[in-house]
């Protein structure tokens, strides 16, 4: 399990660890109490933790776009750079830049006092920007940083490994066409076989040899051999249909997760950033027509994607999921028999491959049959 990719999602898991941990009680418990018991010194932890938290989260989806891609697009020059400590340097960077980028949150963030209609004192954590100019600037940086360009970033790198793929499934129709007719040719070819070789020449074969007894033991070894060889032959093809038919499959299930992955980050992301958006510029109407039920919603919406990102991601992969059962089976049934269990899935496993080998390995190898089919049939 510890691929690049997966490298990659242990970072995405971490960051929406955090989003989970520092986000939702940071949030809800102030909102419930409508008082912000934790001191001005969470204040300006919190609210620097949730920075980082979404940004490492959003960097991390961008980061495993562009792999999937190279590893997909570009398979034989991914090879020489896609390495786990490639990875791990990618991973660290992503983390600094949201550590630096983030930096003003702490800064900005104060602690203030009110004065409630019972008499008695709240605080609420706010946001004071020195000039309205630099908060408008500050929220246009993150819609673009975090939002518009990681979301274009996205949908070309997913649609590009869609093309890809949608050309893949092209490519291995065709070849099951062209396996279709072998398979009827070479059953009309074992047909003919046995039937004893009745038929007229047709100029490929000479009938000059002195005809054999009939039950000569040459005549029925070698009828066999011929008989069984062709039906060998018949069988061929049809596990290969059988082993395509599961690429097929897996492709188009890698593709209906793309959608998916594309989706759910708009879904989750775009009502956050337009929203703060317009409250740096607007804050009056916007805080008149959001306050409530419609702001909550959008926050949920914003939360769930630390929700999301696991059931996309990891529980859809067939080998995530089988060795996430192989480890628990492991605290409750001696370890040998779980790893015996792994073993025999794995032996099992030959045509159910999993959306990452789907996405690596197959694809590649059917981009690499198709270009080179392709280039064949312009030469």
Same mark, same amino acid.
């Given at each position: 399990?510890?691929?690049?990719?997966?490298?990659?999602?242990?970072?995405?898991?971490?960051?929406?660890?955090?989003?989970?941990?520092?986000?939702?009680?940071?949030?809800?418990?102030?909102?419930?109490?409508?008082?912000?018991?934790?001191?001005?010194?969470?204040?300006?932890? /919190?609210?620097?933790?949730?920075?980082?938290?979404?940004?490492?989260?959003?960097?991390?989806?961008?980061?495993?776009?562009? +792999?999937? @891609?190279?590893?997909?697009?570009?398979?034989?020059?991914?090879?020489?750079? #896609?390495?786990?400590?490639?990875? @791990?340097? *990618?991973?660290?960077?992503?983390?600094?830049?949201?550590?630096?980028?983030?930096?003003?949150?702490?800064?900005?963030?104060?602690?203030?006092? $009110?004065? &409630?209609?019972?008499?008695?004192?709240? $605080?609420?954590? &706010?946001?004071?920007?020195?000039?309205?100019?630099? +908060?408008?600037?500050?929220?246009?940086?993150?819609?673009? /940083?975090?939002?518009?360009?990681?979301?274009?970033?996205?949908? *070309?790198?997913?649609?590009?490994?869609?093309?890809?793929?949608?050309?893949?499934?092209?490519?291995?129709?065709?070849?099951?066409?062209?396996?279709?007719?072998?398979?009827?040719?070479?059953?009309?070819?074992?047909?003919?076989?046995?039937?004893?070789?009745?038929?007229?020449?047709?100029?490929?074969?000479? $009938?000059?040899?002195?005809?054999?007894?009939? $039950?000569?033991?040459?005549?029925?070894?070698?009828?066999?051999?011929?008989?069984?060889? *062709?039906?060998?032959?018949?069988?061929?093809?049809?596990?290969?249909?059988?082993?395509?038919?599961?690429?097929?499959?897996?492709?188009? &299930? /890698?593709?209906?997760?793309?959608?998916?992955? /594309?989706?759910?980050?708009?879904?989750?992301?775009?009502?956050?950033?337009?929203?703060?958006?317009?409250?740096?510029?607007?804050?009056?109407?916007?805080?008149?027509?959001?306050?409530?039920?419609?702001?909550?919603?959008?926050?949920?919406?914003? @939360?769930?994607?630390?929700?999301?990102?696991?059931?996309? @991601?990891?529980?859809?992969?067939?080998?995530?999921?089988?060795?996430?059962?192989?480890?628990?089976?492991? &605290?409750?049934?001696?370890?040998?028999?779980?790893? #015996?269990?792994?073993?025999?899935?794995?032996?099992?496993?030959?045509?159910?491959?999993?959306? +990452?080998?789907?996405?690596?390995?197959?694809?590649?190898?059917?981009?690499?049959?198709?270009?080179? *089919?392709?280039?064949?049939?312009?030469?």
């Amino acid at each position: 399990m510890r691929t690049v990719t997966n490298s990659f999602l242990l970072s995405l898991a971490v960051s929406d660890l955090m989003m989970a941990v520092f986000c939702m009680p940071f949030n809800l418990i102030p909102n419930i109490l409508k008082d912000f018991i934790f001191g001005a010194a969470m204040c300006r932890i /919190v609210a620097y933790l949730m920075g980082i938290s979404v940004s490492i989260s959003t960097f991390s989806l961008v980061a495993i776009a562009i +792999e999937r @891609y190279s590893a997909i697009c570009n398979p034989l020059k991914s090879r020489a750079w #896609q390495t786990r400590s490639h990875a @791990y340097r *990618v991973i660290a960077a992503t983390w600094l830049l949201a550590f630096v980028l983030m930096i003003p949150y702490p800064v900005i963030s104060h602690l203030e006092a $009110h004065q &409630r209609p019972d008499n008695t004192t709240a $605080h609420q954590c &706010r946001h004071m920007w020195p000039q309205v100019k630099a +908060e408008q600037t500050w929220f246009i940086l993150l819609l673009m /940083v975090l939002f518009v360009i990681p979301g274009v970033v996205m949908i *070309v790198a997913y649609g590009l490994i869609s093309r890809e793929l949608y050309r893949g499934i092209q490519f291995e129709m065709g070849q099951k066409r062209v396996s279709t007719k072998l398979k009827n040719g070479l059953a009309s070819a074992a047909t003919a076989a046995t039937s004893g070789g009745d038929d007229d020449g047709d100029g490929c074969y000479v $009938h000059n040899a002195a005809p054999q007894p009939p $039950h000569h033991p040459s005549v029925e070894m070698s009828t066999l051999s011929a008989s069984g060889g *062709v039906a060998r032959q018949v069988e061929e093809p049809r596990l290969r249909s059988n082993t395509s038919e599961a690429k097929l499959e897996a492709k188009k &299930r /890698v593709i209906r997760m793309l959608v998916v992955i /594309v989706a759910m980050f708009f879904v989750c992301w775009m009502p956050l950033y337009c929203v703060n958006t317009w409250r740096a510029f607007d804050n009056e109407s916007a805080v008149l027509a959001l306050s409530g039920a419609p702001i909550s919603f959008i926050l949920l919406l914003s @939360y769930s994607s630390a929700c999301v990102n696991p059931i996309i @991601y990891c529980f859809m992969n067939t080998r995530f999921r089988k060795a996430l059962l192989a480890t628990f089976a492991c &605290r409750a049934v001696p370890c040998c028999r779980g790893r #015996q269990s792994l073993r025999r899935s794995r032996r099992r496993g030959g045509l159910q491959r999993d959306e +990452e080998d789907a996405m690596t390995t197959g694809t590649s190898v059917s981009r690499f049959s198709y270009t080179t *089919v392709s280039s064949a049939g312009t030469c």
